[in-house]
């Protein structure tokens, strides 16, 4: 799928910085985002596409039909921003009419299983929303980050992140910082949970999934984290 070919409403899957600052010499410098960060461990996108590049000599395919990895990639991403526009429209007490906001009608049906499946999750607990797509930024840690959802979920505050793929451990990570950096900014929360509603058809019919992250192992993903944030800065 082309990104040419879609409409796509919202800013497209891109690195961010969080907020600038001045240091004190008067240099100007950015604090970089938790996923900017973490995305320095084990990132295989270059391998990927190489490894792209090389098959398509191999097996003789036109390289301008098959495409560039990073289209894929891409494409995931703008499905994954489409199903936390849905959710972000229910939290906030709307009705989602996402087509009318703009988003292709591909998108919205590549997104359905996700959607589905997060709406699943809102019927399973009872949430409570307090804060949606809140940015939270640190000055001791010069680290900044968006929580999708800060809410209490039966009863316990949780800084809550929504994904649309693969589990992978620097999830975790991910959501481990969010909570440190909503303590900074006054938000006491009680644990952390990540919410999977997986976008492809699953052969388990298990397209829900949630792991919590509870308070007593924050720290050590929290080192991983700022170990992260040492390598981002030497790169």
């Not at 307090?130 to 939270?136: D, G, N, Q, R």
Request: proline fraction near 3%.
């Amino acid at each position: 799928m082309a990104r040419k070919d879609y409409d796509m409403p919202f800013k497209r899957h891109a690195p961010y910085y969080t907020k600038v600052k001045v240091d004190a010499t008067g240099n100007i410098y950015k604090i970089p985002s938790v996923t900017q960060v973490l995305g320095t461990i084990g990132n295989p996108e270059p391998l990927i596409n190489w490894a792209l590049r090389e098959t398509i000599k191999r097996i003789n395919w036109d390289e301008r039909t098959v495409g560039d990895y990073t289209e894929l990639r891409d494409w995931y991403a703008d499905l994954g921003t489409t199903a936390h526009r849905h959710m972000e429209v229910i939290l906030e007490g709307g009705q989602p009419d996402l087509i009318e906001e703009g988003f292709d009608k591909r998108l919205v049906q590549g997104a359905q299983n996700s959607i589905n499946a997060f709406e699943a999750w809102l019927n399973r607990h009872e949430v409570n929303p307090l804060f949606i797509e809140e940015v939270l930024v640190s000055d001791e840690y010069e680290l900044g980050g968006t929580a999708d959802l800060i809410a209490t979920v039966d009863g316990k505050i949780e800084i809550i992140d929504f994904k649309t793929g693969t589990k992978l451990k620097k999830h975790n990570l991910q959501v481990a910082a969010y909570f440190m950096l909503a303590q900074e900014n006054g938000i006491d929360a009680d644990q952390c949970r990540m919410v999977y509603g997986h976008r492809d058809k699953r052969s388990d019919n298990k397209q829900l999934e949630e792991v919590v992250i509870y308070k007593d192992e924050i720290e050590e993903l929290w080192n991983c984290v700022r170990a992260a944030k040492y390598l981002f800065e030497r790169t």
